[in-house]
């Protein structure tokens, strides 16, 4: 059917059409996948007239994959019709399919916002189960005590992350340093001038040992923590990483790390048993935990992993850190 509908037009009306064979076939086989031929013969009614236990249904008003009123419905009509009385259905207001407050419910909109779950959607399930387990004593957990994290370590936004999270390390040390002079003193103020078609973001792909030797003009060292994929002691280099990240933090010293969550750089504010929290593009209030393990299996080839602390003092002007020694300006003969 497919190749009979394909042979219908020629190639120019094809690209008018913008129809496109691979695209084509790469849908059509994903629909005639088992998976996919499961899911849409599937009939949750039968599964949910089965259902004794108590129930607890929430649906978004702004649900965009559901109809929220017909899904409502047709939830509390297989709960009735299966004998069970003892259910809650609720929609609630301003709330997408995965229960984050939500503008449009646009799944286009999900990975633009940063609550994971609305807490109302939450208080909601906490007294829910509190009624239901019949626990006349239960408190609201306390508030964590965070012991391992940094206080108003935040993210310094630019179009090149690693500098944006420089940035914001020198900011937390309190060294003063202008955009100007950090992307200037580190190289990347030249780099990106290459082409005026050059991806500044790209330079975090460039071999980065200079650009932290140079920071050292600007009164900082860089601890680097790196390994490749392809290195046969990958997992243990992560593991040191994460021991060596959890003390630097204990002592005050700001980190950031690559792919914490997309092919960025982010800044580390504070760990917990399970990993790391983090700040970055589109999360500026902080994500986490990260598990220390996932970076195993982290999806770029490069796992790196930074400590800035403060350096010497700045090197007079004209003068320059070459390895431990200290290069003097050229002075030019009249």
Same mark, same amino acid.
């Given at each position: 059917?497919?190749?009979?509908?394909?042979?219908?037009?020629?190639?120019?009306?094809?690209?008018?059409? &913008?129809?496109?064979?691979?695209?084509?076939?790469?849908?059509?086989?994903?629909?005639?996948?088992?998976?996919?031929?499961?899911?849409?013969?599937?009939?949750?009614?039968?599964?949910?007239?089965?259902?004794?236990?108590?129930?607890?249904?929430?649906?978004?008003?702004?649900?965009?994959?559901?109809? $929220?009123?017909?899904?409502?419905?047709?939830?509390?009509?297989?709960?009735?019709?299966?004998?069970?009385?003892?259910?809650?259905?609720?929609?609630?207001?301003?709330?997408?399919?995965?229960?984050?407050?939500?503008?449009?419910?646009?799944?286009?909109?999900?990975?633009?916002?940063?609550?994971?779950?609305? $807490?109302?959607?939450?208080?909601?399930?906490?007294?829910?189960?509190?009624?239901?387990?019949?626990?006349?004593?239960?408190?609201?957990?306390? $508030?964590? @005590?965070?012991?391992?994290?940094?206080?108003? /370590?935040?993210?310094?936004?630019?179009?090149?992350?690693?500098?944006?999270?420089?940035?914001?390390?020198?900011?937390?040390?309190?060294?003063?340093?202008?955009?100007?002079?950090?992307?200037?003193?580190? &190289?990347?103020?030249?780099?990106?001038?290459?082409?005026?078609?050059?991806?500044?973001?790209?330079?975090?792909?460039?071999?980065?040992?200079?650009?932290?030797?140079?920071?050292?003009?600007?009164?900082?060292?860089?601890?680097?923590?790196?390994?490749?994929?392809?290195?046969?002691? /990958?997992?243990?280099?992560?593991?040191?990483?994460?021991? @060596?990240?959890?003390?630097?933090?204990?002592?005050?010293?700001?980190?950031?790390?690559?792919?914490?969550?997309?092919?960025?750089?982010?800044?580390?504010?504070?760990?917990?048993?399970?990993?790391?929290?983090?700040?970055?593009? /589109?999360?500026?209030?902080?994500?986490?935990?990260?598990?220390?393990?996932?970076?195993?299996?982290?999806?770029?080839?490069?796992?790196?992993?930074?400590?800035?602390?403060?350096?010497?003092?700045?090197?007079? $002007? &004209?003068?320059?850190?070459? &390895?431990?020694?200290?290069?003097?300006?050229?002075?030019?003969?009249?």
């Amino acid at each position: 059917m497919f190749q009979e509908y394909s042979a219908i037009y020629t190639e120019p009306e094809k690209t008018i059409l &913008g129809f496109n064979e691979t695209e084509m076939e790469a849908v059509i086989n994903y629909y005639v996948s088992p998976y996919v031929q499961f899911y849409l013969d599937y009939d949750p009614v039968q599964t949910l007239m089965k259902v004794k236990c108590p129930v607890l249904s929430l649906v978004g008003d702004k649900d965009m994959q559901s109809p $929220p009123e017909a899904s409502s419905r047709a939830i509390e009509a297989a709960l009735k019709s299966g004998g069970n009385s003892d259910y809650v259905v609720k929609i609630l207001p301003n709330l997408n399919h995965l229960l984050q407050t939500a503008n449009t419910g646009a799944l286009s909109e999900y990975s633009t916002i940063e609550e994971t779950i609305s $807490p109302v959607a939450l208080n909601i399930m906490s007294d829910w189960i509190i009624k239901q387990t019949n626990c006349t004593n239960c408190k609201q957990p306390a $508030p964590v @005590e965070w012991k391992h994290k940094l206080e108003n /370590f935040n993210i310094d936004r630019t179009v090149v992350s690693h500098v944006g999270c420089l940035k914001s390390c020198l900011d937390f040390l309190d060294i003063k340093l202008t955009d100007a002079w950090l992307y200037g003193g580190t &190289g990347y103020a030249f780099i990106i001038c290459i082409d005026e078609y050059f991806d500044g973001a790209a330079v975090s792909r460039w071999k980065k040992d200079k650009i932290h030797e140079l920071g050292r003009n600007l009164g900082y060292n860089t601890e680097i923590i790196t390994a490749n994929k392809s290195d046969e002691d /990958f997992a243990s280099r992560v593991k040191f990483a994460w021991d @060596e990240i959890k003390k630097a933090i204990d002592h005050g010293y700001p980190c950031y790390g690559w792919e914490l969550d997309l092919f960025l750089y982010y800044i580390i504010h504070k760990y917990d048993t399970t990993g790391y929290y983090y700040k970055g593009l /589109f999360c500026q209030n902080g994500k986490g935990p990260k598990p220390w393990q996932d970076l195993k299996k982290i999806r770029s080839n490069a796992f790196e992993m930074y400590v800035v602390k403060p350096g010497e003092k700045l090197v007079q $002007p &004209g003068y320059a850190y070459k &390895g431990k020694e200290i290069i003097p300006p050229v002075v030019e003969s009249e």
